[in-house]
């Protein structure tokens, strides 16, 4: 029998889970955790409660009872219950997938499923989704919401990441790495300072910089709007110092 629409704000599905902590039913692990003072841990659950039928039975895909499928999919590893997203389960991950998993690779070394376009082409940090989000410091590689990859190699989640664009904040909060290509900004800004010069007094003075992008040390003209890396162009620069060379007045 196909299954049945009902199940929470997180899932599909036509079961109620049995806590392995507390014994108390509850559509999913999200719900339970939201309303109790610990956490359910999916991967212990034993039993469930048909929403049908009202049978307790074990961890299936398939009432025993009214033979209702408790979800299009199942993974009797995460006891996950859901409508088919063409979900699959990450041995490495630990947990399941939104796929489809054709779509998708695991990075040993990020220790994360990552979208198959960035195969080779993303910076690798170890074990990069076992870190929280810096945004909200909520937990990133069991979360419901997508990742965003950055530059740098770290993460956000999705939501964040638009979010904290919508600020005008352009940085990796972790390491302050452009998170976007900045190319047409800098253009912008380099015409900008070129018609805004400095009074008389600062034209010639310089200052030591250490750029966020490509982590070189230099010294550079000083302008009151951004001071340009000499290594890579880019203007998300750190002021390492004082004025220099400035002439007497």
């Not at 999200?30 to 961890?59: G, T």
């Not at 994360?112 to 082409?121: P, W």
């Amino acid at each position: 029998m196909a299954a049945s629409v009902l199940g929470c704000e997180h899932y599909i599905r036509s079961c109620l889970l049995r806590a392995p902590c507390c014994s108390k039913l509850y559509v999913c692990r999200l719900c339970h955790d939201a309303k109790e003072n610990h956490q359910m841990d999916r991967f212990k659950v034993k039993e469930v409660k048909c929403s049908i039928c009202n049978r307790d039975q074990k961890a299936q895909q398939t009432c025993e009872g009214c033979r209702i499928k408790f979800g299009e999919y199942y993974c009797d590893i995460c006891h996950l219950f859901d409508k088919d997203k063409k979900q699959y389960h990450c041995e490495q991950c630990g947990i399941c997938r939104i796929g489809p998993k054709e779509m998708y690779f695991h990075c040993v070394k990020c220790n994360l499923c990552l979208a198959s376009d960035l195969r080779g082409n993303h910076k690798c940090v170890e074990n990069v989704s076992r870190q929280n989000c810096p945004v909200c410091m909520e937990d990133i590689h069991t979360s419901r919401i997508g990742a965003q990859v950055l530059p740098c190699g770290h993460l956000l989640h999705k939501t964040c990441f638009k979010e904290m664009s919508k600020t005008g904040a352009y940085r990796c909060p972790l390491c302050m790495h452009s998170a976007w290509d900045m190319t047409t900004c800098w253009e912008e800004l380099d015409k900008e300072i070129s018609q805004t010069p400095m009074p008389t007094e600062y034209q010639n003075s310089t200052v030591k910089i250490l750029c966020n992008d490509c982590q070189t040390h230099c010294t550079v003209q000083f302008h009151v709007l951004g001071m340009k890396c000499s290594g890579c162009g880019s203007y998300n620069t750190a002021q390492d110092g004082g004025l220099i060379n400035q002439e007497p007045q």
